[in-house]
């Protein structure tokens, strides 16, 4: 898929989760707002003579057949314009299908891909430790627009943030676990923890201070601690083609059932 579809369709996914989440909308005023048209107020109360058996009875045979047009209709549109997408996508797919992700030099990870996962997990020994990093397909595209100042925002040069948790486990020990974003200039550290390696799910569990806040010093030393252990800005590249293509992969599939159910 070119990356200007890809930058298209990944803006309009910001775009559209933006818009949901900023304001404190009821849900009811959001689908309508989404629809164009002011929220429907329900219905007052029918006075008695409407509610009558035969009166309900007349308005339940008259609606039978529009309803039953109308749904047809409906869901007839829905899966053409769904086959019409998957059309596009595989389209493109094939255009790229003989480019190769070229690793980075010295890649010392296992790479675990399963179909239907939004994830892909990076793994491997290093010293007696385990190192894995989880890396998301959800990019962090919100974050991007907000910080763009308007003077290069176009297709072909959008790159969203790749989101990334690392672990590193010894034997016995608790663990280390660090939220990242991947862009174009940085492995940037958001957070990190120390988990109990018998209850990685605790709640209630002190975190640490904002990384933020930590010492400048310290920040360093983590940095140079996750590079130690290859997880680099050199991997950027890769990690960006590798998970843009696996996320167009997953969109076919999804779409594909989307189709599966409206057509039964």
């Not at 035969?54 to 039953?68: D, E, G, K, M, Y």
Request: aromatic share 8%; hydrophobic share 35%.
């Amino acid at each position: 898929m070119s990356s200007a579809f890809l930058a298209a369709r990944l803006l309009r996914r910001a775009a559209t989760a933006s818009a949901s989440s900023s304001s404190p909308l009821s849900a009811l005023a959001r689908r309508a707002l989404h629809l164009g048209r002011a929220p429907v107020p329900l219905p007052r109360r029918l006075p008695a003579a409407a509610l009558s058996p035969a009166a309900t009875a007349r308005r339940f045979l008259s609606s039978q057949s529009p309803a039953s047009s109308s749904k047809d209709t409906a869901d007839e549109n829905l899966r053409r314009v769904i086959e019409s997408e998957i059309e596009c996508v595989v389209q493109s797919e094939e255009s790229l299908a003989d480019k190769n992700i070229d690793l980075p030099d010295d890649f010392p990870f296992e790479v675990i891909d399963n179909p239907g996962d939004q994830s892909i997990t990076l793994k491997r020994e290093f010293a007696g430790e385990t190192i894995k990093a989880a890396v998301y397909t959800n990019f962090d595209t919100e974050e991007d627009l907000n910080e763009d100042d308007g003077s290069d925002n176009d297709e072909e040069s959008f790159k969203p943030a790749i989101q990334m948790v690392v672990t590193v486990q010894k034997p016995e020990c608790p663990v280390l676990e660090f939220d990242c974003n991947f862009n174009d200039d940085e492995l940037a550290i958001e957070s990190m923890r120390v988990l109990n390696r018998d209850d990685l799910d605790a709640e209630n569990v002190y975190e640490g201070p904002p990384f933020s806040d930590l010492d400048e010093s310290l920040q360093k030393a983590l940095h140079r601690y996750l590079e130690a252990r290859g997880i680099k800005h050199s991997l950027h590249d890769w990690l960006y083609e590798y998970m843009m293509r696996k996320d167009e992969k997953e969109y076919v599939v999804w779409l594909k059932n989307m189709k599966e159910f409206i057509g039964n």
